[in-house]
């Protein structure tokens, strides 16, 4: 589909999005409702790729009455995607010490962020200024055009969330059925939302630990969660200084062993793979923290290179998000990262940094979500989210105003609740495909 670069020269030029179809497939007695636009998260995930791995499975009773439909948002994959940093150095930034010990290090980490946004420029400039969710929320109303449905029906997840809060804030009257699952909260700054990050993935990772000691493969066999994050924490501190070899070709770092450990706690199904990992780092073997690192980071096949969800997340965030902070900043906000975090906080505190540097201003310090006249919207949080803590989908729901945002709890663990709760399952695809409102409230165990 093709669309203006720039929505404010809408004669100027334009960029080609990726988009991908899975036709409804009605049963007897079926009709077919209309297009189902789904976001699966990022900012950076393409919907091209993750689409297909979805619809034959997880949303398949909505495939007998919608159209699936899904797309890679500007920005990303197929859609003008940006491009900073080839595999090989792609691996090194993402290797490199993120967790500054010493005014040397610290340096280190602010250049290699300066030296990062440089390359996005140099790569993409062209486009970093309009990849924001503002003009992403823009392209779904041409989508909503070019499907020829009325109204917008739409499923947004983790960042889908925030984009189609945008989209019901710009487009009040053509917001249909939507769902939003592991929300986003559109209240909080960049700072905010990293200190709930960091409260959120403590609070996983201690409820793993307390799991833990059920299973034979335990390292903390017998032992209480306060030990196990402690024997967590002696690793991590292990490998600023001694990185763990791999079968990878590429040494475990202390950085990668952190983004591994986050990867698994985004859902309990990961936690067997977790036990093993770090019972395999502690006799010496990185390989299965840095596997579940790559996939994180969408590095393909373990050794082909990576999607560009690393470099459009950050092309994104640095579009939406006004604030800029610098290495004062993280000193004087780290004390509150550690509270919330012993494992995680040093590392999500430097995080701040993402955007210095950045070549093109952010849009505002908090985004807009307010969506008076706009039909009901779901909106569910998960008790045990830790990338979108729970907190935020109450302040979505207040946000997109009384009567639009409708709150559903789901009591358990992991980011994201459709296909993995029965009850909440269930409660969507009523409201989906028979267009029944749950009550404001509802929740799921």
């Known amino acids: ?51 297909p791995l ?34 090989k150095a792609m691996d090194a930034r993402l290797a490199a010490d993120s ?34 969710t503002q003009q992403a929320a823009r392209d779904m109303e041409l989508m909503r055009h070019v499907l020829g449905d009325a109204k917008l029906n739409y499923f947004g997840i983790s960042y889908g969330t925030q984009l189609g809060g945008v989209y019901a804030h710009l487009f009040p ?3 249909g059925r ?70 990878l070709d590429r040494p475990l770092t202390q950085s990668l062993a952190l983004n591994g450990i986050a990867a698994a706690l985004y859902g309990e199904e990961s936690w067997a793979i977790l036990r093993d990992a770090l019972a395999e780092a502690e006799k010496g073997n990185g390989t299965v923290l840095l596997w579940l690192s790559d ?35 993280v000193h004087r906000h780290r004390p509150a990262f550690h509270t919330a975090s012993g494992v995680f906080g040093d590392w999500m ?14 849009h505002a310090p908090t985004i807009d979500v307010s969506a008076d006249g706009a039909g009901p919207v779901l909106v569910i949080g998960n008790t045990g989210d830790p990338a979108t803590p729970y907190e935020g989908a109450e302040k979505m729901a207040d946000e997109l105003g009384e009567g639009v945002g409708v709150h559903l709890t789901v009591d358990g663990e992991g980011h994201g609740t459709y296909g993995v709760n029965d009850c909440l399952t269930g409660v969507v695809d009523r409201y989906l495909l028979e267009g029944s409102v749950p009550k404001n409230g509802t929740t799921c165990s």
Request: one cysteine or more; glycine letters at 10%; proline letters at 5%.
């Open 1 to 51: 589909m093709t669309v203006p670069l720039d929505y404010a020269n809408p004669d100027g030029k334009t960029i080609d999005l990726a988009l991908i179809r899975a036709e409804a497939a009605p049963g007897p007695g079926k009709k077919r409702i209309g297009s189902l636009l789904f976001n699966f998260g990022g900012p950076g995930g393409s919907g091209v790729s993750t689409l």
């Open 54 to 87: 979805l619809a034959g499975d997880d949303y398949m009773k909505l495939h007998r009455s919608y159209d699936l439909v899904s797309f890679d948002p500007r920005g990303v994959g197929n859609s003008a995607g940006v491009q900073c940093l080839d595999t």
């Open 99 to 132: 967790t500054p010990d010493d005014a040397d290090e610290e340096e280190s980490y602010t250049r290699r962020a300066r030296a990062y946004a440089r390359s996005c420029e140099s790569s993409s400039g062209a486009v970093l200024e309009h990849v924001g």
């Open 173 to 175: 009257d053509n917001v």
């Open 178 to 247: 939507f769902v939003f699952d592991a929300v986003v909260d559109p209240t909080e700054n960049f700072l905010a939302s990293g200190l709930g990050q960091a409260k959120g993935f403590q609070s996983a990772l201690r409820n793993f630990l307390k799991d833990c000691p059920k299973h034979d493969s335990c390292l903390f066999e017998g032992k209480d969660p306060a030990h196990g994050e402690k024997e967590v924490v002696a690793l991590i501190e292990r490998l600023d200084e001694r990185p763990l070899p791999t079968e």
């Open 295 to 329: 996939m994180l980071n969408e590095r393909a096949f373990l050794e082909d290179g990576y999607s560009n969800i690393n470099d459009a997340n950050t092309a994104v965030n640095c579009a939406d998000y006004k604030d800029r902070y610098t290495a004062a900043d």
């Open 349 to 362: 505190a430097w995080g701040l940094l993402q955007c210095t540097g950045w070549p093109v201003e952010g």
